[in-house]
Structures are given as structure tokens and as C-alpha cells.
């Protein structure tokens, strides 16, 4: 198993500008998470999935977008490129079954420069 | 104030021990977590507590919990140059539903010869 994949790795973007960060994993997970992470911080949920075709707002959910078509796929979307979005952001995954959650399983990051 | 504090660096001595400290809030926590993560990678998780356990040992690390205090340790024995990271605690809010855990800011943890 790969585990959690990112891409891209790093990105710069002007002010203004749009992307899509990509997360994949292969482990069957059910529930997905994006967080980013500025320095010196612990890290802000965005955006959380609990199943294909269900998404919900985390704790900093403003100027991001999410779709969760398959299992496998939670892309974060940034329409209006902002420097605040210049952050380290890391998506993750686990395993629920029934009451029982598995802990997260975390991608190696994706570093965005916003300028 | 933060929900989950912990104090940013420790300085250890290798072959010391080393200790992290992290309080939380929320009394309705029911699992407590400790992450590590080295520089330019994810988060890896290193161990976990329900809150209903006082004490989890697992190698060289034990982790204690005072619920009463709420207050979370994790304790890392012979302390090695390549357990230099940041920890970050984490704890789980609400019950029965969704994991959305809320981090600390993170322990620089630098272990000097």
C-alpha cells in the first residue's frame, strides 16, 4: 500500500490564482481530512469526509472547497488564491467501523506559497 | 486560550530522558494521542490513550494521563538524536462520532550530545 499520496509536493501561486491540491489513498478508508499547518502551529481542520459523496466543514473552511466523488480521492480546491493560504497542508485518512475508528493515516504534506 | 497547550521546545541530553507535557480542556475527550513529526514530513502517530487508562507503556515510551488534571505526558527513555521532531498532542472531541481531533502546537523536542 502507498498510504496517503500528495501532489503536488510544493506550489507557489500569485495572488488571485486557482489550484487543486490532490490526495489518494488506497487503504479503503472511509473518513478523509485536510489540515494545514502554519509555522509554529498545531493543525486547523478545513474540510472532513465521512463517505464518497459526503463532505462538512471543519475549523477554517473559508476560501476552500472540497468534493469527495470516490473513496479513494478528496481533492482541496483554492479558487481565489489569498497570501493567509500560504501554509504546509496535509491531508489524512482512517478507518471507521461501527463505533470503532481507526486512528489517522497522514500524507506527506503539500507546501503552498502564496504571493 | 487554546484548547490543547502544550510548551513549545525541550532540550534533552542524549541517553536522558525526555518528558512532554500537554493539558486540554475538553473533559469529554475520550482518546488522547501523541504524534510526531520530522522535519518536511507528515505527522506519524506514535501512541494513543483511551481516557479511561491511567498509563500506557509501549517500549521506550509511556504515556500518562490524569484525567482529573487534565493533563497528558509522554515519556521517551534513552533518548536517542533521531527522536529530535516535534510532538504534537492531540485529543479526540465529542463521542461516538467522527474523529476530529484538536491539536497542540507542537513540543520541538532537540536532543544534543
Known amino acids: 500500500n502507498a498510504g496517503v499520496t500528495q501532489t503536488p509536493k510544493f506550489r507557489i501561486l500569485k495572488i488571485g490564482q486557482s489550484m487543486t491540491l490532490q490526495c489518494t489513498q488506497d487503504m479503503n478508508h472511509n473518513y478523509m481530512y485536510w489540515y494545514r499547518q502554519d509555522p509554529g502551529m498545531g493543525l486547523k481542520l478545513i474540510y472532513y469526509s465521512v463517505g464518497a459523496g459526503i463532505t462538512d466543514k471543519g475549523e477554517v473552511p473559508n476560501g476552500y472547497n472540497v468534493s469527495r466523488s470516490t473513496t479513494e480521492d478528496f481533492p482541496l480546491r483554492l479558487e481565489l488564491a489569498a497570501p493567509s493560504q500560504t501554509s504546509v497542508y496535509f491531508c489524512?485518512?482512517?478507518?471507521?467501523?461501527?463505533?470503532?475508528?481507526?486512528?489517522?493515516?497522514f500524507g506527506p504534506g503539500t507546501r503552498l506559497t502564496v504571493l | 486560550g487554546e484548547d490543547v497547550e502544550q510548551s513549545l521546545f525541550l532540550s534533552v541530553r542524549e541517553g536522558d530522558s525526555s518528558v512532554i507535557n500537554c493539558t486540554y480542556t475538553d473533559s469529554s475527550s475520550t482518546y488522547l494521542y501523541w504524534y510526531k513529526q520530522e522535519p518536511g514530513a507528515g505527522l506519524q502517530l506514535l501512541t494513543y490513550i483511551f481516557s479511561n487508562m491511567d498509563m500506557k507503556q509501549d517500549q521506550r515510551l509511556t504515556v500518562l494521563l490524569n484525567k482529573k488534571d487534565k493533563h497528558l505526558s509522554l515519556r521517551i527513555a534513552d533518548t536517542q538524536t533521531g527522536d529530535s521532531a516535534i510532538y504534537f498532542c492531540?485529543?479526540?472531541?465529542?463521542?461516538?462520532?467522527?474523529?476530529?481531533?484538536?491539536f497542540g502546537r507542537g513540543t520541538s523536542l532537540i536532543v544534543h550530545p
Open positions: 489524512a485518512s482512517s478507518l471507521k467501523r461501527g463505533r470503532i475508528e481507526d486512528t489517522q493515516y
Open positions: 492531540a485529543e479526540k472531541r465529542g463521542s461516538g462520532g467522527s474523529y476530529i481531533p484538536t
